[in-house]
């Protein structure tokens, strides 16, 4: 097959296009949401999402609390439109993440916190939908149409937009020059051959592990082999593994391990090992193993971007995979593009 021969590796390919697209046409909407998030100096930050763009959302989480010591509350969009309860809101910068920004349950959430107090920020490809007419600000993800249901570009460019409107509130230079590098070191990781963890994919379920920002990427990754390769699998903490969920691995148990060049990766290249020692196959995105096997990586220029780029490899491989099995990614079986909760 060529490489070519999906429209989800096509919108993986297209990823630094999509980075570079919002490091252009994205700033003045970034700048704008950063002077007006100083501006109202929060207390907490609040995120209201759901699947790959909650995934997102724990990224921003880890990188809230490292860069600007405000701590994050992921909410539940069912406490507003199912149970009907009006949160607390004041003194929160309140960072809604949706692609379509269509659903029900996202926007009365959104509505419902800045109703109460909060200051409120939409990250979606679509600037001219629901969530954004009731947000403060909005920030365009400038992805392009993104027609395969499995999500890629778009979740990628939901962690550099709100990436960068964290270090423009930080006025973090070096992370505000990684940013701006990230396209050429996406198209790299892009290309990245993880053929031989592909190889241990066959079926059986598997874990994913990470821990701080890559937590995000392992939960990102777990969800799309569920969803692309209907093959269960789970994530979890590399710091919790080790706790209750290590009594289930045997001989060959496959796992995936999500490291960055930061301050857990040799913790997490420990846990690693350790699952390795008790016989599982692990694969791991660090030099830093001794029994579990490396794979190929691009590092950027921050520890805080290296996990973008990492999961642009991911999902290169997963896309190879699903297609291994004889399953289309671009339609996953009882799915659609935009599903609408309330």
């Not at 297209?14 to 252009?24: D, G, K, Q, S, Y």
């Not at 499995?150 to 550099?160: E, I, M, R």
Request: negative net charge; contains cysteine; proline residues 5%.
């Amino acid at each position: 097959m060529s490489e070519h021969s999906s429209k989800m590796r096509q919108e993986i390919l297209e990823i630094p296009a999509a980075v570079e697209r919002l490091l252009i046409e994205g700033a003045t909407n970034i700048q704008d949401a950063a002077k007006r998030m100083k501006a109202a100096d929060p207390r907490f930050l609040i995120t209201v999402a759901r699947g790959s763009s909650d995934h997102a959302c724990t990224y921003l989480k880890y990188a809230s609390e490292l860069l600007l010591s405000l701590p994050v509350a992921s909410v539940g969009p069912s406490v507003s439109s199912i149970y009907g309860t009006e949160l607390r809101a004041e003194g929160a910068l309140c960072l809604s993440v949706s692609q379509s920004g269509q659903s029900p349950d996202i926007v009365g959430m959104t509505r419902s916190l800045k109703a109460s107090g909060g200051v409120t920020v939409a990250i979606t490809n679509n600037p001219e939908s629901r969530l954004a007419e009731v947000t403060d600000a909005v920030l365009p993800l400038h992805a392009g149409p993104e027609l395969s249901v499995a999500a890629t570009k778009t979740f990628v460019t939901s962690l550099v937009a709100g990436l960068w409107l964290l270090a423009e509130v930080k006025g973090d230079d070096a992370l505000i020059g990684a940013i701006r590098s990230l396209p050429r070191h996406l198209e790299e990781a892009a290309q990245c051959d993880w053929s031989a963890a592909a190889g241990m994919i066959t079926g059986r379920s598997l874990f994913t592990l990470g821990r701080g920002p890559s937590y995000a990427m392992s939960n990102e990754a777990a969800l799309k082999i569920k969803e692309t390769c209907q093959i269960h699998a789970e994530s979890y903490s590399a710091a919790e593994v080790l706790h209750g969920p290590v009594s289930i691995v045997d001989e060959g148990f496959p796992t995936i391990v999500f490291a960055a060049k930061d301050a857990a990766e040799q913790a997490t290249a420990e846990a690693a090992d350790a699952l390795a020692g008790k016989g599982a196959t692990v694969f791991a995105t660090t030099d830093k193993v001794s029994r579990a096997h490396c794979l190929p990586v691009t590092r950027t220029d921050h520890w805080l971007t290296d996990p973008v780029a990492t999961i642009t490899s991911f999902y290169s491989m997963v896309e190879a995979v699903a297609r291994a099995r004889g399953i289309d990614p671009d339609a996953p079986r009882h799915l659609r593009k935009v599903t609408e909760t309330v």
